[in-house]
């Protein structure tokens, strides 16, 4: 919950920014520009941040080795914003 300051961002995309420890280079979260929300680097965490996963997303390029084995919603893309908000 510190550090805001020393947290760079650079567009890797069109609108959509990857940010990344200035000291050490480790990714820390995913800011794009047309939600609300970000994407939080759990490896960046201490201790565990009290939620669980609610759905998976862009599983059409997910490793062909790799199984999800849960219940949760799969979404072969990115859905729309007023799915993805309404989760």
């Given at each position: 919950m510190q550090g805001e300051e020393l947290v760079r961002y650079f567009e890797s995309s069109p609108g959509f920014h990857r940010?990344?420890?200035?000291?050490?280079?480790?990714?820390?979260?995913?800011?794009?520009?047309?939600?609300?929300?970000?994407?939080?680097?759990l490896g960046g965490l201490d201790d565990d941040p009290g939620v669980r996963p609610e759905r998976h997303f862009f599983v059409a390029s997910k490793a062909p080795w790799f199984e999800i084995t849960d219940h949760l919603p799969q979404h072969a893309e990115l859905p729309p914003d007023s799915e993805v908000r309404g989760a």
């Open positions: 940010g990344f420890c200035s000291v050490c280079g480790s990714p820390l979260v995913n800011r794009p520009d047309r939600t609300p929300e970000l994407g939080i680097a």
